[in-house]
């Protein structure tokens, strides 16, 4: 579904991003790790047309969506959730408001509109008067709920996911997770998540991208990255988050929670 091929970036002759090369299949989830600077953002930022590529392309079902010739912001059939959920809501507006922004282009009636935001409420577990409420109103683990609410409504194949969880508690992390691995099983849909913690990763992801200074020290499935790292990079990255205690005890997705 997503190609991602020789994918580089330069700029003022610095090497941001070097032959970045990988793919994601319906119902598959990514997550791309690495210490700070790796060249997490960055590559998901070149992946949605935010920077443009010096070499390589990104194909979505075989179509080229950005390259050196084209860049187009945005990708069909995505959607995003950032870290901060209150800051990616309008304090000004109302919740059924900011999800309705993911259909404005579309042809939907006003009484389907007003159905599918309900849906997408009920979709995320918010119960359904949240939709009149403000960003101030609610908790932030309700609002980054309404973040998910807002990029499923629209109904996307693709999901991206920068740091989501990070600014949660432990608990509502646990939620949040449980929520979105239902969500992606529910829908088939992909996800490419950012992220530093090698716990969830290790516990929902198929395949780990492992960034360092923007190149690729690994791409596998998760489960061949965590039984044994190829790149001494990824070695000393496992090594220092067992010893950080940061990585909890191993989970296999057999034992996986639904």
Known sequence: MLEVNNLSLQMQNQNLLEDINFTLNRGETLCIIGESGSGKTTLLRSLLGLMPLSLGSV????QVYQSPEKTQTGLPSTQMVMQDPIAALNPRQ???????ESLYRSSLKASELDQAIKQALKDVELPEEIENRYPSQISLGQAQRVCIARAIVAKPDILFFDEPLSALDAIIQKQIAHLLDRLKKQNELSYIFITHDLGFARHYADK??????GKVEEYQDVSLFFKGPESAYGQELLKAAYILGSLPQKKTKENRAA
């Not at 780990?208 to 200074?213: A, D, K, P, V």
């Open 59 to 62: 194909r979505l079902n075989g």
């Open 94 to 100: 109302k919740i059924k408001l900011s999800i309705a």
């Open 208 to 213: 780990i991208l492992l960034l360092n200074h």
